[in-house]
């Protein structure tokens, strides 16, 4: 059997457009002790059988209403209660609504974080690089000074051994 909406599949098993979650449960429950096979073997109770369970799937794959939110939107008959199931209560809704504003909050200070991380790690990458650029330099001037002196050390010499050799 296929049902074409909610409330066919209610029918079904004998409840009304306001059965709930257990109610639709319940009745599937007792329907199923009286109309399973290992219980009554004859045809129209096979044929009922199967009926009440395809019922049951149909009811448990569209568990929230057409509609639903929408009549519970506008008060209808315990419409609070509706709302309650579609959305949680208020109290639930209040954490949920917390527990996001945590989130964003978390996630908001992981980017600043991320940020702050970048932003030492160019900082850090700079000094490095000054560090080097100055080593480097260093290097360099220590090689000029060597040669300088080692020049200034030979023009020395030169000029002793011309000195000393002119005696």
Known sequence: MKFHSRLEALMVLGLNESADEDAIKSAYKNLVKLYHPDVRQDAASARQYQAISEAYEYLSVHTIPDGMAVW????????????????????????????????????????????????????????????????VFNEAMDKIHTER???????????????????
Request: aromatic residues 4%.
């Open 72 to 135: 519970a939107a506008a008060g209808g008959d315990n419409a609070q209660n509706a709302g309650h199931r579609i959305f949680g209560t208020r109290e639930e809704l209040n954490n949920m609504k917390s527990r996001m504003k945590r989130r964003e909050e978390y996630a908001r200070q992981e980017a600043r974080g991320d940020i702050n991380k970048r932003a030492r790690v160019e900082e850090l990458s700079q000094k490095a690089r000054e560090a080097r650029q100055e080593r």
């Open 149 to 167: 002196a080692a020049e200034v050390m030979a023009q020395i010499i030169q000029a002793y051994l011309q000195d000393g050799a002119g005696k």
